[in-house]
């Protein structure tokens, strides 16, 4: 206990003492002390309740009206004790001082008005009335019943009997509101202080009520045990405050739950007044009259009150109902926008390729959806971008440079691409670009030709350093297609084009003519796949001869496609097909199977140790099985491989990997004979050439063509055949066609010679007559 509040329940002793001794007067009927003590207790109550408030805060103005209560009614006292022991008249007979008892019943009514104005939200209106009226009317009865049916008065005009009037009016208000705080309030929160009060002020009322009665009768009779019961009531009140200040009441929320609990919860104190009321009737304080309009009145409100109740739980449950469906509302909301913003986000990752960043083929398939399915779309132009080379860097320098590379070129694109255009990475070395807002072909054209450009810059990656080139194929919209798919076939179509052109760094823009060569490779390819073999596909061979004497070495078998009902088809026209689709490797094997029959077959009868050139594709070489199935061959075909001779392209010969030089050693380990194939076309490195076992280098047709008229052809041509004889490596010239091309090649000491001027690609009995009858075997 802290020293205020031990000193604060100290000053309360006195007034203990000074109500002690007043009981003493009142039991002895010592009315000059009790004249005395009766305004002294009044006024050390009005005293406790100042000092109370200082220390209470938020119920100020209840302090305010419960210290008037009590200092009227020490004045009052006071004048009582001035009139009756100093003047000695009776102060009954005197108005203003009767007036002055007035005044408490009227703070109290205050006091309550008050409280229940502060805590109206407590009240169901309807609620509120009904309780009023009951209230009021069980009042009345009982005022009628005790009071006014006992006494039989009769109302005069008389100032006192209209004060009792005026005094019962105001007992009356206040009964009715504690009931109203006791019994009406939708919710409980009378704390220890009120209930202090509100004990008190019944306490008062019921004293008032006697004393009202006494007046009537006229035998009211000072400081006897009624007006100890009214000096209790303010020393009640007045503790009340006391305790408030020393535990000042928190105000209470009220929750739902107690709300719709209170409201379920069935009124039973009607029916206990009920049975107070027939124990009145049995008492014989009331008549049957009375007890049954007691009864009617509690029937009444009983039933308005159940349904009142009903009412407000519905409106409460309703009320309950809409906020957990706005809660949950609220929850299914923030739910769906976290979902929304991850699918955004899924949507986001889903759109993009991971190694580059750029958009997707996925996306590039919507973006074309939403474009070609808007009427108002205005015409685009869609660039389908293919690296050339990057496959080499890809196998020989690994992956994680190739990705590099990659993610190098798609950066550009992205610098590139500004607000006209979109960039895609739609495969491995595929990208895409989405061109709109342009003003006509010839802006597309500066901006395929700015890309190609920008992937050409070398991309160094230390200590390597790359250039690659790029083949792009343009479609627009909607001049060549107004469907996505048609679009998209297009731009490949174009981008081919590019690819199998001699210009493989540029860009086309889509032509039907185009398309008529893709059917024309449709139909080939669907010939080439059902193709017999044997009846449709025969070798020709081409006499290689040697420079010196012009006598015959060897020949090159070259396949011929002969359809039945389609005709002569050039091997141009399907290799390329064949090796794409893989049919190459069936084809190769049956080259060699034929070429090997017909070597083995001449060199037997002829007893001669020519050397048959057969073409084996790059697919072919790279094809796992294909070394162990050619070695098998040889030994099966008990083959001299001195007889063979294998041409591989400069471009597999480039490819720097331990596979490809395994091969190259194999073959030179079983012993046949090794020729790069279009030598000095391609590539400047010869690096190669070194590294692997090779017998012959086959100077390239192109480089021949010209070797009578382009001093630079000639150049090379001398290069390459003194650069062979210093590596001990046979040359061979394709495609020499006359006499003037023989006799420079002559002179430049190549070693032999194929071409027209020797004799064109022929069957094997044309061959037979044409070189071997020459020579008279
Ligand atoms: P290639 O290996 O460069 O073959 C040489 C081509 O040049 C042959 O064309 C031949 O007929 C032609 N040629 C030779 N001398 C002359 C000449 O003096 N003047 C002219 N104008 N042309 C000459 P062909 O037979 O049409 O073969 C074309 C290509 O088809 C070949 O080029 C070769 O790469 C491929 N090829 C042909 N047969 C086979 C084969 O059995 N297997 C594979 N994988 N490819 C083959
Ligand atoms: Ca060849």
């Known amino acids: 206990m802290g020293s205020l509040t031990r000193k604060k329940i100290q000053t309360v002793y006195p007034l203990l003492l000074f109500v002690l001794l007043y009981f003493v007067s009142v039991l002895l009927k010592n009315d000059l002390w009790g004249n005395i003590l009766s305004p002294l207790v009044a006024f050390f109550s009005a005293l406790l309740i100042l000092s109370s408030m200082k220390a209470v ?18 004045v009052a006292d006071f004048f009582w004790l001035i009139y009756e022991n100093i003047f000695f008249s009776n102060p009954v007979e005197v108005p203003y001082i009767n007036v002055l008892y007035v005044f408490p019943n009227v703070f109290f009514t205050g006091f309550l008005s008050l409280y229940i104005y502060k805590n109206r939200i407590y009240w169901n209106l309807q609620q509120f009335f009904i309780d009023i009226f009951t209230f ?23 100032f ?87 535990h000042p009441s928190v105000p209470k929320a009220l929750s739902k739950d107690q709300l719709s609990e209170n409201l379920r919860k069935p009124k039973k104190t009607g029916l206990l007044v009920v049975l107070l009321f027939f124990l009145f009737y049995l008492l014989d304080f009331f008549s049957f009259i009375t007890l049954m309009l007691a009864v009617f009145i509690f029937v009444l409100y009983w039933v308005l009150t159940t349904n009142i109740r009903a009412n407000m739980l519905d409106r409460l449950l309703l009320k309950t109902e809409k906020e957990m469906n706005e809660h949950l509302e609220k929850m299914i909301q923030e739910r769906t926008k976290e979902l929304s913003f991850t699918n955004q986000h899924l949507e986001e990752i889903s759109n993009r390729d991971a190694l580059t960043g750029l958009y997707n083929r996925r ?45 190098s070129l798609g950066m550009r694109l992205l ?34 030709e700015k890309i190609l450009e920008k992937l050409q810059l070398p991309i160094s990656l230390p200590p390597y350093s790359f250039t690659l080139s790029a083949s792009i194929g343009i479609a627009l ?43 024309k490779r449709h139909e080939l390819e669907f010939l080439l796949q059902n193709a017999d073999y044997d009846k449709e596909f025969k070798l020709y061979y081409q006499p290689q001869y040697s420079t010196e004497n012009q006598t015959l070495v060897g020949m090159e078998a070259l396949i011929r496609w002969i359809h039945p009902q389609r005709g002569f088809i050039p091997p141009s026209d399907f290799i390329p097909i064949a090796e794409e689709n893989g049919l190459i490797i069936d084809i190769g094997e049956w080259v060699i199977d034929n070429a090997f ?35 098998k061959k040889i030994e099966k075909e008990n083959m001299n491989p001195e007889w063979i001779d294998l041409e591989i392209t400069e471009s597999v010969a480039m490819i720097s990997t331990t596979s490809i030089e395994k091969i190259f ?110 020579k008279n075997l």
């Open 57 to 74: 805060k938020t119920h100020k103005a209840y302090g305010v009206l419960l210290f008037c209560c009590s200092f009227v009614w020490g």
């Open 136 to 158: 009021t009317a069980i009042g009345m009865v009982l005022v009628w019943a005790f009071i006014f049916s006992k006494t039989g008065l009769q109302f005069t005009f008389d």
């Open 160 to 246: 006192n009997y209209i004060l009792i009037i005026v005094y019962v009016f105001f007992d009356f208000l206040i009964m009715v509101e504690i009931g109203l705080i006791c019994f009406s309030k939708s919710f409980k929160n009378i704390n220890f202080s009120l209930s202090l009060i509100l004990v008190s002020f019944a306490v008062f009322v019921l004293a008032d009520f006697y004393y009202a009665y006494l007046s009537l009768m006229e035998s009211y009779k000072a400081n006897t045990i009624i007006d100890f019961v009214y000096i209790i009531s303010i020393v009640l009140f007045s503790f009340a405050s006391v305790h408030e200040s020393l």
């Open 363 to 407: 996306y590039l398939i919507n973006y074309l959806d939403v474009l070609t399915s808007s009427e108002e779309t205005k015409p685009f132009a869609l660039l389908y971008i293919d690296t050339n080379r990057f496959k080499p860097i890809n196998d020989s320098y690994g992956h994680e440079i190739g990705d590099k590379v990659l993610f």
């Open 415 to 448: 610098e590139y691409c500004t607000a006209k255009c979109t960039a895609f990475r739609i495969g491995g070395d595929e990208f895409a670009v989405i061109l709109r807002d342009f003003n006509d072909v010839t802006e597309v054209s500066a901006i395929a």
């Open 477 to 519: 919209y909607p001049r060549d297609a107004k469907k996505k798919d048609v679009l998209l076939r297009y731009a490949d179509i174009a981008m081919y084009e590019v690819k199998s052109s001699d210009h493989k760094n540029d860009y086309l823009f889509f032509d039907k003519v185009f398309t008529e060569k893709i059917n």
């Open 597 to 631: 029959a017909q070597i083995k077959k001449w060199n037997q009868s002829f007893d001669e140790k020519f050397r048959m050139s057969i073409n084996i594709s790059p697919i072919q070489i790279k094809n796992t099985g294909f070394l162990e199935w050619f070695v």
């Open 665 to 774: 050693d194999l073959l030179n380990d079983i012993g046949v004979n090794i020729s790069i194939d279009d030598f000095g076309t391609g590539y400047s490195s010869l690096s190669y050439i070194r590294k692997y076992k090779i017998d012959r280098l086959k100077i390239a047709k192109e480089l021949i063509d010209n070797i009578d008229h382009d001093e630079n052809a000639l150049l090379i041509v001398q290069a390459i055949i003194m650069m062979a004889k210093g590596m001990q490596l046979k040359t061979i010239s394709e495609g020499v066609e006359d006499t003037s091309q023989l006799a420079i090649l002559n002179g430049l000491g190549c070693d032999e010679i194929q071409g027209y001027i020797f004799g064109k690609p022929v069957p094997s009995d044309e061959f037979e007559k044409q070189h071997f009858a020459v």
